[in-house]
């Protein structure tokens, strides 16, 4: 027999965590609504001409999403049997600093912008519109990441080092005079030109300048398509890694082709698999 209280957190458990439930379901759609709104709000009262208009009002409407938002991560923390493993996740991450900004700008003044982190709020739009194809695909992509981050970091680390060389030339060629004041300045303008956005700010004067300039931009332009061929090599191995771990059954709801081999039910639509065909032997 439940006591009131447990009953209480059963049924908040159910509402707040439980999307496939009608109340579950549509708590989340009203969290996103609230979310999207309230970055809405904090968007227009950086405008300057809307924010002078209506900084009452703006003020008003901020405390009171930060009243909701922290009523519902106390009552999220409260349902759940175990409060400190939402606390660290990442969403519980999420959901506390989407609420920190308006108590820090009792302290810090303008910090209340940095409210616009809940918009990260609304990835639950996976789980209530049950997207977990994208979910599928998204963890293929960080997995290629993870997997090229050895090579990318090598990568960053000869760019970083050509930087400073083609800085530190740049500084003895041109001299504070033609506006390379420093090596550091130097290293920016030579961030700017190896990446190709080329701002304009700083400029050589010199010939023996100008051609540097022009061997940077060319080896920009050759070391551009490195880190993606890195990435593209990593996400190519993944996708085969995990076409190879799927079979051909094909859901009969759906019509998703290709589940784990071990699946019993389809992770789409939930609908149950047919039994796989067993592989010939010999």
Sequence with gaps: MR??????????????YQSHTPAGRGFD????????????TIV???????SQQYQEQFVVTEWVFT??????YILRIFCIHRPLKYMASFYGLIDLLA????????????SHYLQVIRILRVLRVFRV????????????????????????????????????VFGSAMYLIEGPENGF???PVSIYWAVVTLTTVGFGDITPKTNLGRAVSAVVMVIGYAIIAVPTGIFTAELSREMKKQN??????????????????????????????????PERSG
């Design 244 to 277: 190879n771990s799927l079979d051909q059954r094909v859901c009969l709801k759906c019509r998703k082709l290709g589940h784990e081999k071990e699946a019993n039910y389809c992770h789409i639509c939930g609908t149950e698999l047919p039994l796989p065909v």
């Design 67 to 72: 009243a909701l938002f922290t009523i519902e």
């Design 129 to 164: 519109l049950k997207l977990v194809r994208f979910i599928n695909q998204s963890n293929m992509l960080l997995n290629a990441l993870l997997a090229s981050r050895f090579k990318i970091t090598i990568f960053l680390f000869t760019i970083s080092t050509l930087l400073v």
């Design 181 to 183: 004041t420093s090596i």
């Design 99 to 110: 609420i920190l900004p308006s108590y820090v700008s009792l302290f810090i003044p303008c």
């Design 44 to 50: 227009l009262d950086s405008v300057a001409e809307i």
């Design 29 to 40: 759609i009203v969290l996103i609504i609230l979310i999207l709104t309230s970055v809405l």
């Design 3 to 16: 006591t009131p209280i447990e009953s209480l957190r059963h049924t908040l458990y159910q509402v707040i």
